[in-house]
């Protein structure tokens, strides 16, 4: 039974270049999370999507990110024209239902040249 | 929105010592108390979570209490392990519908043999 998994580990982008993150949740599960993670810092909210919707998007900056999860396919964390603030390591959750544990993915961690 | 506060930063202690972190939260409508282990380089890992219909939660040598009073709950660690050693997270989350977890900056336990 896989568990959530998330492709690229490691990103390198150069400023001003786009960063596609990609998310697979566990089987069975149809709720996906972002959260961001900062150096010495804890987890950080970005988006919640259920197949083909944006519940809650409040912890997404407003411009450059977008988030999408389609019918078919994994979860795409977006961010164009990237900086070096958004150095950093995404975390993708999973869970059965809105109100269920959520299990995370290894982490994508970007930098930011 | 949810504030949650973490301490101690760090904490160290011998092999066969209890650990305990403790945690507070702002929302009064906070009812899901999980506790995440983050070791180098890997995603969260759910050790253990409470819900707020009951005080306290054991799992082996892991147990958490929750003081919904007082808004704070804990994580205690028995017969501590080297292995034991990670980024340990709290979170809260209000879980009316859906949870949206807000995190505490972490503590980094380190169990020295």
């Known amino acids: 039974n896989a568990g959530v998994m998330q492709n690229p580990r490691h990103l390198v982008r150069r400023r001003g270049q786009e960063a596609r993150l990609r998310c697979s949740p566990m089987?069975?599960?149809?709720?996906v999370y972002w959260y961001r993670q900062l150096p010495e810092e804890g987890l950080k909210f970005m988006v919640y999507?259920?197949?083909?919707?944006?519940?809650?998007e409040s912890g997404m900056p407003k411009e450059r990110f977008s988030a999408e999860f389609p019918k078919e396919g994994p979860s795409i964390l977006r961010i164009q024209q990237v900086v070096r603030g958004d150095s950093a390591a995404y975390f993708c959750?999973?869970?059965?239902?809105?109100?269920?544990?959520?299990?995370f993915g290894p982490g994508t961690r970007l930098t930011v040249l | 929105g949810e504030n949650v506060e973490q301490h101690p930063s760090t904490l160290s202690v011998q092999e066969g010592d209890s650990a305990v972190i403790k945690c507070t939260y702002s929302?009064?409508?906070?009812?899901?108390f999980p506790w995440y282990k983050q070791e180098l380089g890997k995603g969260p890992q759910l050790i253990i979570d409470?819900?707020?219909?009951?005080g306290e939660k054991k799992d082996q040598r892991i147990a958490v209490t929750l003081n919904k009073t007082a808004k704070h709950f804990s994580l205690h660690i028995t017969e501590t392990q080297p292995e034991d050693s990670a980024v340990y997270f709290c979170?809260?989350?209000?879980?009316?519908?859906?949870?949206?977890?807000?995190f505490g900056k972490g503590t980094m336990l380190l169990v020295s043999p």
């Open positions: 089987k069975g599960h149809s709720h």
């Open positions: 999507l259920q197949k083909e919707n944006i519940i809650d």
């Open positions: 979170a809260a989350s209000s879980n009316s519908g859906y949870s949206t977890l807000t």
């Open positions: 409470i819900r707020s219909n009951v």
């Open positions: 929302d009064s409508a906070s009812n899901y």
């Open positions: 959750a999973s869970s059965r239902g809105g109100a269920d544990t959520q299990y």
